[in-house]
């Protein structure tokens, strides 16, 4: 065997090698599953111990941290788990955020993960108010915390005062937009209105600096035009009951009275439930609307 | 059968990090030693003698040309098992003593536990080491290496030896030893093929020789083919003459060099009758120390050839 | 086969060379930390310490496997005691296989050692707790399951000794240790390449990042620690495709260490 074929066949052996230890990770991918590096990496939750541990690479490491706790908030979001839950998303943007203070992103975008209604998110308004709060304190000249903590309190809690008040101390921050002030005395003045629900997402629609602030505020709208919608059809259904005596058993039937025209959509694409017993209007259980949020006062 | 044998070996170096020139170190050799001789390979320092070595061990790969050792290919790993390789300024392990590296060694041979405790035994003896076998090899001096080194060429008790500068780093005792065990090599049948720039060394062990400059064989022979041994003329030493009479020893004379005070070193020339010399001295109150006829030694010879070689090769020259 | 004289050779240097005294340290290391927690956490001691004896194998293990891992070729070739081997019937591949050989060796019986210290502290801390303690533990104290951690970390390091032993086959020690333990971290983040595109839209560096989750040394997937401590199960199936993807992958990093030493000039 000559020297070239002889360093042919030793590469060739190589690659197969190589290929064969691919195809057993994607078989151990398969069969046992992605690897979870967020359930292990949790291996210590004290962000002060994290911080002495990370010398001088704290930065990088808040980076990992970050990109984790999106990952598993990301992997929770789409697992099909009924009993799935986000216990460890707070440590996690903790850790990111103690590891960097100044890591603006985590605690925003970390606030929406965890204020976000089971199963879509934590469900914690809490938590996420401990986070914004956190950074706040960290980061005094960042009106953005506030304003984030007064909507942590509109949206979820619908706390008004509570928002107001937020809305108020973020437009105190040197450099806070002029809305901001507005924002303020419109929710103290109405809060909970629908109204002033989308006027506050409005605002944040039209200055939002990422695409995901953006789709957040744009769902936030449709929700608000569902729920409009939902209304408009409850009534439009109250007015069959009055006339026929009992509730609608279709959205045909609906539409052959001239009450509405078509099976309606949400703004979401897909079609509304009519329930006949109790009159009742809802969003399809498919929808990406859901859950609408409870506590709106009507117009 | 050759013991060994080389044909237009040469090995190119690429030196530079960068910009990678290629340095030949040794340029088409070709050369054979017959199984018993005793082969001096010689030259100045940068001559290629170790890339010979390298290449014969295959410890370097030859850019062209072939090698053979007891005609089979330098690559063949059985071939190894007949040869004993000493390298330039050897260095072993320094956790092991001189004992466990023989053993070591005998191991990798695929010797028996009882040889290589006997073996290990007696060439620790033989190269002069056996108080100090149970000393770790870091405490070792650098004739001490060398000796070890020594020992583990002959652990498998070779066919063919190849020793890189045997005597380097050694006290004129361990030089002693290197020659009577390369004499006793030679008796026993050993082919025993060694590089040096000493050639008193040469002179002494060699049958043949082969001399290297700048990487190319400049001249190979027998040491009685190379040198002419015919006298060139006498070297006589006598002792108490004075200056006068010196002067009254008459024409003829090369050359005179005072050794000390009456003690004179006489050059004569080749056709002078040494014994009528001799008498002259006597007769005006010298006595002779020494008398010498003048011989070609290695030494003129080399001189001679690298000199040569250098002064064909340095103008316009590029290796 | 001259491999068993090299790798016992390479065996013996370690033990010359003090590397077992890790195990002092180990051992050190434990029983003061069972002394200690125990004054401090209630009833989480035993999976402290088996946190901590985990980790700890883990973490010497790979500085021997590394920092000997390096020198054993380029130690070999920088001295030119590769010289005499190598005038010897040896050919190369069998040198640098006895080498990792050898160094295996050192780190079986390391790991080894470190696994009955740890199993003999959380013998004698178990007879300190009563059954109701116990009871609330996620895994018993002498859990056999550790055993598979041990097993795992064990398949790491002669990974990652395969890894330096490469390098160290053409490069200088200082390279081949920043080469060896950037795979090492690489190894252990590896996850986050697999799950590149919940960060990333960009579809080559998706690619880029799933290629090298594929071929870098996965040494997350070999580690278990915290299921095992935590009492939850590891499938044999799991174990075995773990173990027989680390022995592929050290054949390949030997072949192509032996491949690249066999064609060196030895200067």
Excluded at chain 1, 19 to 38: C, E, F, K, T
Aim: hydrophobic content about 45%; some cysteine.
């Amino acid at each position: 065997m000559s020297r070239r074929v002889s360093r042919l066949v030793a590469g060739l052996v190589l690659a197969g090698l190589l290929a064969s230890a691919v195809g057993l990770q994607l078989l151990r991918d398969r069969w046992y599953g992605s690897p979870q590096p967020a359930d292990s990496l949790l291996y210590i939750r004290s962000p002060e111990t994290m911080k002495r541990m990370a010398l001088s690479f704290s930065g990088i490491l808040a980076d990992l941290y970050w990109i984790r706790a999106v990952q598993y908030y990301g992997g929770r979001r789409l697992s099909k788990d009924p009993n799935r839950n986000y216990n460890q998303l707070y440590p996690l943007l903790d850790i990111t955020t103690s590891l960097d203070p100044m890591f603006n992103i985590a605690y925003r975008f970390g606030a929406i993960f965890l204020s976000e209604p089971l199963p879509g998110g934590a469900g914690r308004p809490d938590r996420a108010i401990d986070l914004l709060e956190k950074g706040f304190r960290l980061n005094p000249n960042r009106w953005e915390y506030p304003y984030d903590i007064g909507f942590v309190h509109y949206w979820t809690r619908q706390d008004f005062a509570a928002a107001a008040e937020w809305f108020q101390k973020a437009s105190e921050v040197p450099g806070a937009p002029w809305w901001v002030r507005s924002m303020a005395a419109v929710t103290a003045a109405q809060g909970g209105n629908r109204r002033a629900s989308r006027m506050l997402w409005q605002i944040q629609l039209e200055n939002a600096e990422s695409e995901w602030v953006r789709n957040n505020a744009t769902e936030r709208l449709q929700q608000l035009d569902a729920m409009d919608q939902i209304d408009e059809l409850t009534w439009a259904n109250r007015q069959f009951a009055s006339r026929h005596g009992r509730f609608a058993e279709s959205w045909d039937e609906l539409a052959r009275a001239g009450l509405v025209r078509g099976r309606p959509l949400d703004p979401a694409g897909l079609p509304y439930v009519l329930d006949p017993q109790s009159g009742g209007v809802s969003l399809s259980p498919e929808s990406p609307l859901n859950p609408l949020p409870t506590g709106e006062r009507g117009r | 059968m050759h013991a060994i044998e080389t044909e237009n070996l040469t090995k190119d170096y690429a030196l530079g990090f960068w910009r990678k020139r290629p340095y030949r170190a040794l340029d088409r050799l070709t050369l054979q030693v017959s199984p018993g001789e005793v082969f001096g390979f010689l030259g100045p320092n940068g001559a290629g003698k170790t890339t010979t070595l390298k290449l014969l061990m295959q410890l370097v790969f030859p850019t062209a040309g072939r090698a053979e050792i007891l005609d089979r290919p330098v690559g063949d790993v059985e071939v190894r098992r007949r040869i004993g390789y000493l390298p330039e300024n050897p260095y072993f392990y320094d956790h092991l003593t001189a004992e466990e590296l023989l053993r070591y060694y005998g191991r990798l041979f695929g010797l028996d536990r009882a040889t290589r405790r006997q073996r290990a035994g007696e060439l620790l003896d033989e190269v002069g080491l056996g108080a100090e076998r149970r000393l770790a090899l870091r405490r070792y001096s650098k004739g001490m290496l060398q000796r070890v080194g020594l020992a583990q060429a002959l652990l498998n008790r070779p066919q063919v030896v190849f020793l890189d500068e045997p005597m380097s780093g050694l006290d004129p005792i361990g030089r002693r030893m290197v020659r009577d065990l390369i004499l006793r090599l030679r008796d026993r049948g050993t082919t025993v093929f060694f590089s040096s720039h000493i050639l008193s060394d040469a002179e002494a062990l060699c049958s043949r020789v082969a001399i290297l400059a700048g990487g190319r064989l400049v001249s190979s022979g027998r040491l009685t083919d190379m040198l002419a041994f015919e006298v060139k003329g006498w070297d006589l030493v006598v002792d108490g003459l004075s200056a006068d009479a010196l002067t009254g020893l008459g024409p003829g004379l090369i050359r005179t060099t005072t050794i000390a005070e009456g003690r004179y070193a006489l050059e004569l020339p080749a056709d002078a009758r040494p014994d009528e010399w001799m008498a002259r001295c006597t007769a005006l109150g010298g006595r002779v120390v020494s008398l010498n006829p003048l011989r070609e030694t290695l030494e003129d010879f080399f001189v001679r050839q690298v000199g040569a070689h250098h002064r064909r090769t340095e103008p316009g020259s590029n290796n | 086969m001259p491999l068993l004289p090299i790798a016992l050779s390479v065996f013996r240097e370690s033990v010359r060379d003090k590397v077992f005294y890790n195990l002092l340290l180990f051992a050190v290391i434990l029983v003061a930390a069972s002394l200690l927690v125990g004054q401090t956490t209630a009833g989480q001691d035993v999976k402290i310490i088996k946190d901590l004896g985990l980790a700890a194998t883990s973490l010497f293990g790979i500085f021997i496997a590394v920092f000997v891992g390096i020198n054993l070729v380029w130690k070999e070739v920088e001295r030119r005691s590769v010289y005499n081997v190598l005038s010897k019937p040896v050919r190369r591949p069998a040198l640098v296989v006895g080498k990792y050989l050898g160094l295996s060796l050192t780190l079986l019986v390391n790991v080894s050692v470190m696994a009955l210290a740890l199993y003999a502290v959380l013998a004698y801390m178990n007879q300190g707790f009563p059954e109701s303690v116990r009871q609330a533990w996620d895994a018993p104290a002498l859990d056999p399951a550790l055993l598979i951690a041990f097993v795992l970390i064990l398949a790491q390091l002669l990974m990652m000794t395969a890894v330096a032993l490469f390098f160290s086959t053409f490069s200088s020690p200082m390279l081949s240790a920043v080469f060896t333990f950037g795979l090492y971290v690489a190894g252990h983040f590896n996850a986050d390449l697999k799950n590149f595109e919940t960060i990333v839209s960009l579809r080559p560096v998706v690619w880029v990042a799933r290629a090298l989750y594929y071929v870098l040394p996965n040494l997350a997937s070999l580690d278990v620690k915290s299921q095992v401590v935590h009492g939850q199960p590891v499938a044999a199936g799991y174990v075995s495709l773990s173990l027989l993807y680390a022995a592929v992958y050290i054949v390949m990093l030997l072949g192509a260490a032996s491949l690249i030493f066999a064609r060196r000039d030895l200067k």
